[in-house]
């Protein structure tokens, strides 16, 4: 596909991109009300008063309208500071020490009172969790992922699994498991005078033997619940199960020589199981593969710094590690691993007809796929990703950069900020109330930086906001309040057009729209 009049360009750096649809925002806007447009009508539109309603704009503001929208195609590209593909490797640390102190000031991650975080601590999980913007970045994440492998799918279906699983229910993980143990057993046992050496070890084994298992991750749930989606597609291969959930992990204390546990981190994964036939296991394999992999440059500047590698376990079962490259290495994201059929027969021992599925004419036992990612990973990925150091407006100070998170429209938390310039505050604020609720209603975040009460200048703002990666900022003042005109300023080009109030929802809509289908 071409974008007439634009042969080749690209969208936020990711791909080729092709305009067919007539109503595609970047084809155009909708034409504003017509003059004789009454105030009662824009009233009713944003349930405010005193808005009134101007005359069309001229051409050249539609042209500049244009231009805003086709910004992020005709923007120049620019340095990427936070993966290995810039050239000096002193400034892969300098992006990434810039990076930490934008995602803690901004809140998308949380720091530590006590002691400086590094980004290893928030690899290794021993933080106290992401900030508020991180959460929302992480669930629209989550989101994009469910939408992609469930929703659009016609073979994959939901489950939920506990937390937690009761002693003597399915297989227990091997290894060291994370238990749920009551402390006043164990003090119960260490206080009793009448227990010996002997008798305290067969005492701990039985308390153990009694605590419930801490879930690391997402399969055995999914397994657990095979049976019950078997009889859903009448026992019809291939087919999925998903889930999205928290799953816990032992954090070692690197500091200690013996390697003790110094607490349980937790973090937030995405399971995909995949049952299919033995003659089909190493295709499914493959095509998954690409798949997952396609998903996740979907959404990077950086397509390039997520890659694949394939590893073959002791057991010799095949699978496939994503990985993103950080400033300091490659980190994995993503696992995809054939498990062959020993997992469904050791948590169901005994019949195995009951595990039968339908493979054309053949009841056979599937094989299973299992496609782990690590959200949490994949938050702190796309904000290395997105990261951009440019020469600030302000002064060209290397200490005063201007620093943006180019997060994809689909994954940043917030797409629009709302402030107030020059004017009467009470009608302004009235009238961002009701462009904040019609904004809402349409499922488009909104930053109400309207309820500032201290005066910041504009130029600081707009820094503010590229740190916190909002798309657009909207500005009212007492324009708005004549002829209904706006101030739109947009994240990655950092122009500003004027636009008519009524033409906002149907433009941030569409623009976030395309930004999904591409």
């Known amino acids: ?61 539609q042209m500049r309208g244009l231009r805003l929208a086709l910004g992020p195609l005709l923007a120049p590209g620019r340095p990427y500071m ?31 009172q006590q002691q400086a975080l590094t980004w290893d601590s928030y690899l290794r999980g021993c933080h106290p ?45 091997a290894g060291e498991a994370l238990r749920l143990i009551q402390v006043g057993a164990l003090r119960e046992i260490s206080q009793n005078e009448e227990f010996n050496k002997e008798q305290i070890p067969a005492a701990l084994e039985k308390v153990l ?17 095979y049976i019950n989606c078997l009889e859903l597609v009448n026992k019809r291969l291939p087919c999925g199960l998903a889930q999205v959930g928290v799953c816990f992990h032992p954090v070692l204390d690197i500091e200690s020589q013996n390697g003790n546990i110094a607490r349980i981190g937790e973090r937030t994964m995405s399971s995909l199981v995949w049952f299919s036939s033995a003659r089909t296991a190493g295709q499914w394999l493959d095509y998954w593969l690409r798949q997952r992999l396609q998903w996740w440059r979907k959404f990077a500047i950086g397509p390039s ?48 007809s009951k595990l039968h599925g339908r493979d054309g004419r053949k009841n056979v036992i599937p094989h299973v796929l299992s496609v782990s990612g690590n959200l949490d990973q994949g938050v702190l990925a796309y904000l290395c990703d997105s990261l951009q150091l440019t020469e600030s407006s302000l002064t060209r100070k290397k200490t005063l950069q201007r620093k943006v998170l180019k997060l994809h429209p689909c994954l940043t938390p917030i797409k629009v900020a709302l402030d107030v310039g020059r004017g009467p505050t ?80 149907d433009f941030l809509t569409k623009y976030i729209t395309a930004a999904k289908n591409v």
């Open 305 to 352: 710094n997520f890659s694949s590698s394939d590893f073959q376990d002791k057991e010799g079962r095949k699978g496939n590690n994503l990985y993103y490259s950080f400033p300091w290495g490659k980190e994995p994201i993503e696992t995809l691993q054939s498990l062959g059929d020993n997992e469904l027969l050791q948590m169901y021992p005994g019949n195995k």
């Open 129 to 173: 969790g992401l900030g508020p913007l991180g959460v929302e970045l992480r669930k629209n994440l989550a989101a994009e992922w469910w939408a992609s492998v469930v929703v659009s799918r016609e073979q994959v279906f939901a489950v939920d699994s506990l937390l937690h699983r009761a002693p003597g229910t399915g297989v227990l993980p």
């Open 426 to 505: 009470m009608e302004l604020r009235q009238v961002c109330q009701g462009l904040f609720n019609k904004l809402i209603e349409k499922g488009i975040s909104v930053w109400p930086g309207y309820l500032e009460t201290m005066q910041t200048p504009l130029e600081q703002l707009y820094a503010k906001y590229d740190e916190m990666s909002v798309l657009f900022t909207i500005l009212i003042s007492d324009a708005t309040l004549e002829n209904g005109v706006v101030q739109l300023r947009s994240r990655d080009t950092t122009m500003k057009e004027m636009m008519h109030i009524s033409r906002l929802e």
């Open 82 to 112: 936070g993966g290995p593909c810039s050239s000096a490797e002193g400034r892969h640390w300098e992006g990434s020490e810039a990076l930490l102190d934008v995602c803690q000031r901004r809140h998308f991650l949380r720091g530590a």
């Open 1 to 61: 596909m071409v974008l007439s009049g634009c042969s080749g360009v690209r969208l936020w750096g990711r791909a080729q991109v092709g305009v067919r649809d007539p109503n595609h925002p970047l084809k155009g806007r909708p034409r504003g009300p017509d003059v004789g447009a009454s105030k009662i009508q824009l009233r009713l539109t944003l349930g405010v008063p005193g808005v009134q309603v101007g005359p069309p704009r001229p051409a050249g503001a």
């Open 209 to 225: 033997g009694a605590s419930g298992v801490l879930r690391e991750d997402l399969l055995h749930g999914a397994l657990e619940q």
